[in-house]
């Protein structure tokens, strides 16, 4: 099976291809093609992390551009961590696939979204299964683009083109610095491929200036792929796209590809303390940035979308701190719980249409599978005990904390105290009380729609126990096998006892506003409004970029606009004008006299005879 | 299994036939004359594809090279007989011939974009054909002089075709184009008489072997300093900088660009633009190339204000094919970047930009036509939400425009990803300024195509036709070309080792 692992992204290829062909003719039937052949994805990658349990890691390679002596290649690998990867991809792109058969339904452009839906997981696990850099880089554009066409997939409306003109920007802007950083190692190292890389940096044949630029670099490529700060604003207006799309592109894979790039390069960040460093700050300040602004969020899948965004920045500072175990485990589950979320909470917006919190309420009754399977999800993601984010949570902060990032540590807590509170509002409002103007007819989603569901919910849940202190460390020890990285099996127990307490005080606290209200839920805006304002307005990030970065590229075309016009034009027209003074002194010497014409004749022919003199005929 | 002593003249000159033929038919014929002007596309590009498809199996390109005697000069003959002499020869090597190729497919696929020209056609065609004629002969030809004849021959059927069937401001763009086109031949005349005179010859191979030996130097009529060298290597970079344009020498293309007929553009912005990076890389790099290594930095900024220069200004057109013309500028700043890099990667760079650009020129301006004949307009602000009335054109020149950005898996981001591999080896920090363009051209395509496709429909517009079987063909071609480039970057890459090989030679490793 391993060897011929490289069909896996074949197959929603596939998809794409045929549903560009013949979707228009096959109509909502084209789900049936798209469901089949990620589930057939899903299945080959499932025997392929079976058989990669059980024997070494796989590379095959051909040559793909020939430069000169240089041979660049292209092929696939089959490690630990992307044999992983390939099912959590295969398995969240077939739930959403099958679920958007309910959600899409009714749709115009119902094919061309399943064609979409298509592209983009072939992209998906064509970026998993690349063994080298380069390759790396190409099916991260494309994801990008599977990102780009589907955040606009409704393009008349203009928040969507817009949201799609900016996220496709705003991860270019990180991806040059991906380009630009593997360019770099490239010409250390002579290659692409991550072994030679890796060997290089325990050779110690790369400087280690040169090691900490391109490691970051490169880093700034995961940073607007993964919504980090500074390049996550793309990420919450992306939720533009229809909610699977948000569920599978901008919860689960695609912007968790920033988090997957670091940990495939580990080796190379390991090798530099500043890179680590800056990963782990920039990771830790984003977790709790983002969560800040989830907290008073009025929209469902914004507040899911920074907790995305904080979620991510959790998993970049378990890796900064040398927790690759505890990055890529929490990478797992939170594609399962924040997928899970995703979609109940498209299944609520499908019942309810809207996406306003303040409009929803009281629909626990109303759609009996999906409230239970988003407090399950919920639970999940607040690190409550026995759910799967508490085990990967927890081994983060355990990493954080052995690592010595004491500062960094304490506001992944905060952050996770945030995350507790804003999930409950949201679960409090949109579940609980009584129930609002928007839901009168609602009802519980198709079958289609709420199977997805059940299986996340499951996952969400059990996920966990593949990796945790009481059980066994299964997953830990299998990702870190044969290298000198290792679990933390020995991890003080006060931290769980933090992580667990701090979780249930948000949950509490959300109660007591949102669940109870004997507790004001205006005491934020109300006390601080200043706050508040700063808060709900994303602490004006968007404006501040309008104001510096758009205008400043307006100015500089503005600038060259005039020296287009004058200056280049100018130059043409003084040298037209020049030519036709020249060609009028001309015409006033044609004036019809000899004498005139001898003595031009004269002059010239001693001009002449000065030059030949002069050079000898030739200059 | 080719007949190697016409082979060459053959494709050169197939279009001739139908020029003739077109001579024959009433001018009110329009279908036939349509007819016609495309059928005469068609031999060539079978004798290209075949020569390409032999090469690619082995066979030794060399050996098609043609010659005959022509002109002799004074009465050198009795001394030595190659002195003085012009003769017919044509020759390729795997430049040339990609080249070639680029050339036949962008002239069928303009024929077919020739069926939205509305008058006149049999002359239309006849140009089009004879500057067909004169693309082919400037990749063939083995001398200067031949060079520089077939190089005119393309100068003047451009200069009618946009005149005659451009846009409202055609005059004025093509005496724009005549005049720095002009001027641009005239010093390129300059430097082939210089050369022609000192040496003897104007045949490439022989004068690259005369500049590689010091004993022939030696023989040579007149010897040529090293300042001379200078000189003329930067009257070539101003004759081809005319061409490709660098900056600041690009105002007339911008006028061609917008006024001349959509077809005419994609073999100018496709094919004639090239010209300038093809004479550059054959002659520049070919003949001088030790001062050209010292001229590398120079070439490279150069490369980097075209890049930005273009970029930003695209950013701010409101004419989409203004757009397009700020945007072909930009490019052609990548090939300036490769052959400042100079090394293997980075020429492979600006050869890979020099077709793959071809390709995305072609094919976004085939669009523009498609888009023209429906809306009659190709201002952004009055265009919107057209993916609406036309999907598939909207699907397309989003796909043009990917290309255009550098998308892994099309050919644009394995020439710019390559050039730019270049550079950052050489001159790190020009490369790292340079960069900004990447993100740039995101930005200014984006804006320009989702303003046209994306976003609230305007109205008069709710009802137009999609694109047509017809256009839809050639547009499929060339997205398909594409995309086997990016995907399959070896088969242009392989065709082009040999000449990469023997540049890397001149330059001395």
Known sequence: MMENAWIIPLFPLFSFLILLAVGKRLKENSAYIGILLTFISFVYSVMVLFERLNAPTLKAEQVWLTIGTMELTAGFEVNPLNSLMLVVVSLVSFLVHMYSKGYMHGDERFPIFYAYLGLFTFAMLGLVISPNLLQTYIFWELVGLGSFLLIGFYFYKEEAKAAAKKAFIMTRIGDVGLLIGMILLFWEVKSFEYADIFAAVQAGTVSETMITLSAILIFVGAVGKSGQFPLHTWLPDAMEGPTPVSALIHAATMVAAGVYLVATLFPLYEASHIAMLTVAIVGGFTAIFAASIGLVQTDIKRVLAYSTVSQLGYMMLALGSAGYVAGVFHLMTHAFFKALLFLAAGSVIHAVHTQDIEKMGGIWKKMPLTAPLFLIGTLAISGVPLFSGFFSKEEILVAAWTRGNTVLFWLAVVAAFFTAFYMFRLFFLVFTGEARSEVKDAHESPFVMTLPMLVLGGLAVFAGYVNTPWFGTFLGDWLTEGTDMHVHHEAPSWIMIVATVVSLLGIFLAWLMYGKKSLSRDWLSSRMPISYHVLFNKYYIDEFYQLTVVYAAKAVSMLFKYIDRFIVEGAANAVAALTQGIGKAGARLQNGQVQMYGAVTIIGLAALVVILALTGGYL | ?509
């Open chain 2, 1 to 509: 299994m080719m007949d190697q002593t016409y082979f060459l003249s053959l494709l050169v000159f197939s279009p001739l036939l139908g020029i003739i033929a077109l001579a024959f038919v009433p001018k009110e014929q329009e279908q036939m004359i349509k007819l016609i002007g495309f059928l005469a596309t068609l031999p060539s590009l079978f004798f290209a594809l075949l020569a390409f498809v032999q090469y690619l199996s082995g066979y030794d390109i060399n050996s098609l090279a043609e010659k005959r005697n022509w002109i002799h000069f004074g009465k050198f003959a009795f001394l030595n007989k190659n002195t003085f002499t012009v003769d017919y020869e044509l020759g390729i090597d795997g430049f040339a011939l990609v080249m070639i190729v680029l050339t036949t497919i962008l002239a069928t696929l303009a024929a077919v974009a020739s069926i939205h020209i509305k008058k006149e056609w049999k002359g239309y065609f006849m140009l089009f054909l004879l500057l067909e004629i004169g693309m082919l002969g400037v990749f063939a030809a083995e001398n200067l002089v031949l060079f520089f004849i077939f190089f005119e021959i393309t100068l003047i059927p451009m200069f009618f075709l946009i005149g005659k069937w451009g846009y409202f401001e055609k005059e004025k763009a093509a005496y724009s184009y005549l005049i720095y086109n002009g001027i641009g031949s005239a010093i390129l005349l300059l430097v082939i008489l210089i050369l022609f005179a000192r040496t003897g010859t104007s045949n490439v191979a022989l004068l690259k072997e005369i500049f590689n030996d010091p004993a022939a130097q030696a023989q040579m009529m007149a010897p040529i300093s090293e300042d001379l060298r200078y000189g003329l290597l930067i009257a070539l970079l101003v004759a081809f900088g005319v061409k490709l344009p660098i900056v600041p020498l690009h105002s007339w293309m911008l006028r061609v660009h917008v006024q001349a007929p959509p077809s005419i553009v994609m073999l100018h912005s496709g094919v004639l633009l090239k010209i300038g990076a093809f004479g550059l890389i054959r002659f520049g790099l070919g003949l001088f190339p030790e001062e050209f290594r010292d001229l590398a930095t120079f070439i490279a900024i150069l490369g980097v204000i075209n890049l930005l220069y273009g970029a930003f200004l695209a950013f701010i057109q409101n004419d989409f094919k203004m757009v397009l013309a700020y945007s072909s500028i930009s490019h052609m700043g990548i090939v300036l970047i490769g052959l400042g890099a100079l090394n293997e990667a980075g020429i492979q760079g600006a050869i890979f930009q020099v077709v793959s650009h071809g390709l995305i020129s072609a094919l976004l301006f085939f669009l523009v036509g498609v888009l023209y004949e429906r809306v009659n307009t190709t201002m952004i602000d009055k265009l919107g939400g057209l993916a609406k009335a036309m999907p598939l054109t909207a699907g397309f020149l989003l796909a043009g425009a990917m290309a255009s950005l550098g998308l892994p898996g099309m050919s644009g981001f394995v020439s710019e990803f390559t050039a730019f591999l270049g550079l950052f080896a050489a001159k790190p920090l020009i490369a790292a300024i340079g960069a900004l363009g990447i993100i740039m051209t995101a930005v200014y395509l984006l804006r320009a195509v989702l303003t046209v496709t994306y976003g609230n429909a305007n109205r008069d517009y709710a009802g137009v036709m999609d694109i047509r079987l017809v256009e839809a063909i050639p547009v499929l071609l060339l997205v398909a070309l594409i995309v086997l480039i990016g995907v399959y970057p070896n088969i242009l890459a392989e065709p082009l080792q040999a000449t990469l090989e023997m540049i890397m030679n001149g330059l001395g490793g």
